[in-house]
């Protein structure tokens, strides 16, 4: 059974940094692309950064291109969204995706897992 867990979020104020984890059980990391996507209240899940199975290539939504860094780490199951510069337009339930091919993807419907979210709240 896979399971996708994230931690990491909580309440922090704009220009302020938050590191979002997501760690993965099962065959998770076995070979696939991960991703970390995001929902805002009255919106649809977008997506944010996807990296790779090598941890090699990655892309970044243009909103958050030059504040958040995605990487991973495979022999601990584990991945990260590094975010900084933070603005209240950020707030959403942040969610990590798993898919069982090892390129990265900014499509939803190309991720077969995910986790259940973890809340990030940008106060101005």
């Known amino acids: 059974q896979v399971q996708l867990v994230e931690s990491g979020g909580g309440l922090v104020q704009a220009g302020g940094s938050l590191r979002l984890s997501c760690t993965g059980s099962?065959?998770?990391?076995?070979?696939?692309?991960m991703a970390w996507f995001r929902q805002a209240p009255g919106k649809e899940r977008e997506s944010v950064a996807s990296?790779?199975?090598?941890?090699?290539?990655?892309i970044y939504v243009d909103s958050v291109k030059g504040r958040v860094v995605i990487s991973r780490d495979n022999p601990k199951d584990t991945m990260y969204l590094e975010m900084n510069s933070l603005k209240p337009a950020d707030t959403a339930i942040y969610y990590c995706a798993a898919r069982r091919a090892p390129g990265a993807s900014l499509d939803k419907k190309d991720y077969d897992y995910w986790g259940q979210g973890t809340q990030v709240t940008v106060s101005s």
């Open positions: 099962g065959r998770t990391f076995s070979s696939g692309a």
């Open positions: 990296i790779d199975w090598f941890g090699r290539s990655t």
